[in-house]
């Protein structure tokens, strides 16, 4: 925690002119300010854009595998033959998996 050199320090006597009731009345103060909200019900309120896509199909066009391709067998996904690292016991291995 930093520490500002420059603000005015209390002395033995400021501290002990605090009394208990000052001290009780300064704590109250700062736990008083807090609410207590209910997460659920804060979070039902909430609409988020675009959240509803229960009326929604999704088109996608699936290409199947090209012949410039293959399937890494570490990862399951389908890379270029650039990403080629190595084969493993004849199945081909992606840069990712095999570095």
């Given at each position: ?9 209390k ?9 208990i009731?000052?001290?009780?009345a ?26 509803d ?14 012949a ?31 570095a």
């Amino acid at each position: 925690m930093a520490t500002d050199y420059d603000t005015p320090r209390k002395t033995d006597d400021d501290l002990n002119e605090d009394s208990i009731e000052e001290l009780k009345a300064r704590r109250n103060e700062k736990s008083g300010s807090s609410v207590d909200v209910d997460e659920f019900d804060a979070a039902e309120g909430l609409e988020l854009p675009g959240a509803d896509l229960s009326n929604e199909e999704l088109s996608v066009r699936v290409l199947p595998r090209q012949a410039d391709e293959f399937t890494c067998m570490s990862c399951f996904l389908v890379h270029h033959r650039s990403q080629l690292y190595s084969e493993k016991n004849g199945n081909p291995i992606c840069r990712d998996c095999g570095a």
